[in-house]
């Protein structure tokens, strides 16, 4: 069985959202790291809901999400830009209460993190066996129809699927086959698609495939950095469990999009996604009560306000 050709990335140069001190990190709160990590407003409000808010009937107050990106580093301009932009997408639905403004999610917006959330904590969760079949699917989207093309490469990855070739797709996971069909029936591209499930012929070579459809590499240095930076990080209060949950969840939930999770039998090494995985759950699970106490704490304070 032809594997992988994946290089042993390094360890990349990421400093942990916190000092280091004789016992080990420790979060700093409401700090965000500067350059090229920083995420928008707009995505950090996403990951706001979906942790805080959807468990919570959807509801929140105005005052609360801007008080927890502020928290995150975020100016209150940029906090109430992202609130506007995300309802103007439909996933956000306003209603005035005196001079407040209480928030709920839309039914897209309910659905949209649902379907996330599932996604971001099920995903590495579970080993699974592999029985060796491949899906592969062929779907043809013009040049010219660049929306459309981006909205069928953004559910694929989504899916984990990769493409080592223009409209080509594939991913050693034939049990994704109803969900890629959804895929092509919501897309309307039924008459344009052909895809077909089964063993690899024993054609060509399959490491230069895995290589031409996912940047293994990149994804392998990612997963470093994700276990540099957080694996062994304290918090010393409700605050800190807040932003370093928040922070925790923002980095972890791109490696769906980025890594297919593949079969241990297509991988030449060690595979780092497994730790990293460990770490996530790991220190999710430690810090999520203090985090959600914190939450309602700023909850309780704007809705206090008059």
């Known amino acids: 069985m032809p594997v992988t050709k994946v290089s042993n990335g390094g360890r990349a140069d990421v400093a942990a959202p916190g000092t280091r001190t004789e016992s080990g990190p420790t979060a700093e709160p409401a700090q965000r790291p500067g350059g090229k990590t920083s995420s928008s407003a707009r995505s950090l409000l996403?990951?706001?809901l979906g942790e805080f808010v959807l468990p919570r009937r959807g509801e929140v107050w105005t005052g609360t999400l801007v008080d927890a990106l502020g928290a995150l580093g975020i100016e209150e301009k940029s906090a109430r830009q992202a609130l506007s932009r995300t309802a103007a997408e439909g996933l956000l639905e306003?209603?005035?209460?005196?001079?407040?403004?209480?928030?709920s999610l839309t039914r897209?917006?309910?659905?949209?993190?649902?379907?996330?959330?599932e996604r971001i904590y099920g995903f590495m969760r579970r080993p699974h066996v592999w029985d060796g079949r491949w899906l592969v699917l062929t779907a043809g989207v013009p040049e010219t129809q660049r929306k459309l093309r981006h909205r069928l490469r953004t559910k694929l990855t989504w899916l984990g699927l990769g493409s080592p070739a223009p409209a080509l797709w594939v991913i050693p996971d034939a049990s994704k086959e109803p969900m890629v069909r959804d895929v092509v029936r919501e897309?309307?591209?039924t008459d344009r698609a052909y895809a077909w499930t089964g063993p690899s012929a024993a054609i060509g070579d399959t490491a230069k495939l895995i290589n031409a459809a996912w940047d293994l590499d990149d994804v392998e240095k990612r997963y470093?950095?994700?276990?540099?930076?957080?694996?062994?990080?304290?918090?010393a209060s409700g605050r800190e469990a807040f932003v370093n949950q928040v922070l925790l969840i923002q980095e972890w939930r791109h490696f769906p999009f980025l890594d297919p999770d593949l079969p241990a039998e297509l991988?030449?090494?060690g595979w780092p996604g497994p730790q990293a995985a460990t770490v996530f759950h790991d220190l999710r699970n430690r810090w999520h009560r203090r985090a959600q106490a914190e939450w309602d704490r700023m909850d309780?304070?704007?809705?206090?306000?008059?």
């Open 46 to 48: 996403l990951t706001v």
């Open 94 to 103: 306003s209603e005035r209460h005196g001079r407040k403004v209480r928030w």
């Open 108 to 117: 897209a917006g309910d659905r949209l993190l649902r379907e996330g959330t």
């Open 187 to 189: 897309l309307d591209l």
């Open 224 to 235: 470093l950095a994700f276990i540099e930076r957080f694996e062994g990080l304290a918090v």
């Open 267 to 269: 991988l030449d090494h």
């Open 300 to 306: 309780e304070s704007a809705a206090a306000r008059h």
